[in-house]
């Protein structure tokens, strides 16, 4: 089972930017489907963003289409989200999330999450 570590959330002001990482341990990573999904306090968890194998494709949830982009970098295990134009409604804990495929379920992988908080 793959684990993943996620780092890189903070506090940031309306229309600022902030990135995550994801690091994985499988050396197997690149077999692996990865994505971000969030929880906002008192609301289930969405999926917000994934990116094949290759990352020859990537998705997005409608509310940060435009604003969010999703990268990985295989050769250190690496998965990303630069996160831009925040605005008050992101704020949430991302969660890193990793399998054969992530949507429309997610994968059996998680990372303990980190918290994003836009202020207004």
């Known amino acids: 089972q793959v684990q993943l570590v996620e780092s890189g959330g903070g506090l940031v002001q309306a229309g600022g930017s902030l990135r995550l990482s994801c690091a994985a341990s499988?050396?197997?990573?690149?077999?692996?489907?990865m994505g971000w999904y969030r929880q906002a306090p008192g609301k289930v968890r969405e999926f917000v963003a994934a990116?094949?194998?290759?990352?020859?494709?990537?998705y997005y949830a409608d509310s940060v289409k435009g604003r969010f982009t999703i990268s990985r970098d295989n050769a250190k295990n690496t998965a990303y989200l630069q996160m831009n134009s925040l605005k008050p409604e992101d704020t949430a804990v991302y969660y890193c999330?990793?399998?054969?495929?992530?949507?429309?379920?997610?994968?059996?992988?998680w990372g303990q999450g980190t918290q994003v908080t836009v202020s207004s």
């Open positions: 499988a050396r197997t990573f690149s077999t692996y489907t």
């Open positions: 990116i094949t194998r290759s990352a020859g494709s990537t």
């Open positions: 999330n990793a399998g054969p495929s992530i949507v429309p379920a997610p994968g059996k992988a």
